[in-house]
């Protein structure tokens, strides 16, 4: 998985890996999470066809059970992103609240990946994390809110969509379980989610943060198809002798520097056989351990079975989404989502894709 001869690294393996982490030479690990690819170890199930084993629906949307497809295509949609279309919520806020209600992160438990990430922060080695998670489990698995950058917002902060007035977190919280439609206190207008939609600005934070991956002595690119534009140029931006590892269920982007490594195989397991050979992994079983507690995680997991009931309604819904983003094969075989992503990932106005000039190919 690496052209020409190793400049940094002794090797392709976890070994190799853990041994550079451990030298001087590496002080700043970055990180790009996508989906964290163990969607069951977060209590989210994960629904791929039954019948091709392909990612329904597509990467780039937040909703990822049969139930959240079948919510959606009773709202009458005039198109299925329309959910998270800044105008179409301005309009009838009703559908995203709807999905809002099932996907909300007080539902869902970190992974031990995310741990993982937690434990860079503890042992001084981690400098940020890209993510273009949503789902704030990051957060909830004790990364410093300074070590983050939220790619396309979350559900971490809101405010008013009119006047930019913070919103409450226990009001937001309050009403979407109530299935209730958050006003501003101030103006009247709607209050939504810090989520990026489709006619939003990405976060000023998050191009802000990308001239810092020049500083990168690692790379860790976590559970994505690396399609999703303009996340995806970030490989491109860190030094040409830097390592690079992706960590996947299957192989994406193009991995081939020197010092470049791929690792294939379920997230929590490569990250467990890595902590190993660190000699952490004692330390991250005590460190996920401490993220127990939601007493709603079984309730999340207990809904695999519904997939199968309603497989029509969602085989219909995704046909509409496909047709809608015009997914790739590629696109579809990529490892399904273990958190959920903003709906406006792909971003295609010119002059929102430009980051920095001139990233290292």
Avoid at 58 to 75: D, M, V
Avoid at 149 to 159: D, K, L, M, N, P
Avoid at 208 to 220: G, K, N, Q, T, W
Wanted: proline share 7%.
């Amino acid at each position: 998985m690496s052209g020409g001869k190793k400049k940094r690294l002794r090797g392709d393996d976890p070994k190799a890996l853990a041994d550079y982490m451990k030298s001087d030479q590496c002080r700043n690990v970055f990180l790009m999470v996508t989906s964290l690819c163990h969607l069951t170890a977060a209590g989210i199930p994960d629904f791929r066809s039954p019948k091709t084993g392909k990612l329904n629906p597509p990467e780039s949307y937040p909703w990822r059970t049969s139930k959240h497809c079948a919510n959606l295509a009773r709202l009458n949609l005039p198109t299925p992103e329309a959910v998270f279309q800044i105008s179409f919520f301005r309009n009838n806020p009703v559908p995203f609240y709807t999905l809002a209600k099932e996907i909300y992160p007080e539902r869902y438990r970190p992974t031990l990946t995310h741990s993982f990430i937690k434990l860079l922060h503890s042992r001084g080695l981690l400098h940020t994390c890209f993510t273009q998670n949503i789902d704030t489990l990051e957060r909830k698995a004790g990364v410093p809110e300074d070590k983050i950058v939220e790619a396309h917002g979350s559900f971490a902060t809101q405010r008013c969509i009119d006047c930019n007035t913070p919103y409450e977190e226990e009001k937001m919280k309050r009403a979407i379980r109530e299935a209730e439609i958050p006003r501003c206190e101030k103006c009247g207008g709607l209050a939504k989610p810090d989520i990026v939609f489709f006619g939003e600005s990405l976060p000023d934070k998050f191009r802000a943060s990308i001239p810092s991956l020049r500083e990168a002595d690692l790379l860790i690119v976590i559970g994505t198809s690396l399609t999703v534009y303009p996340f995806a140029s970030l490989v491109y931006f860190v030094p040409e002798d830097c390592p690079r590892v992706l960590i996947n269920l299957v192989e994406v982007g193009d991995f081939d520097r020197p010092d470049d490594l791929v690792f294939i195989g379920k997230c929590d397991e490569i990250v467990r056989t890595l902590c190993r050979e660190l000699g952490w992994e004692e330390e991250l079983d005590k460190v996920w351990t401490e993220t127990a507690g939601n007493v709603e995680v079984a309730e999340a997991a207990g809904k695999v079975d519904e997939a199968e009931k309603i497989e029509s309604e969602m085989d219909r819904v995704t046909k509409d989404l496909e047709r809608a983003l015009t997914v790739s094969e590629s696109d579809a075989d990529t490892e399904a989502p273990t958190s959920v992503e903003a709906a406006p990932a792909i971003v295609k106005d010119e002059d929102k894709c430009v980051l920095l000039e001139g990233p290292s190919r």
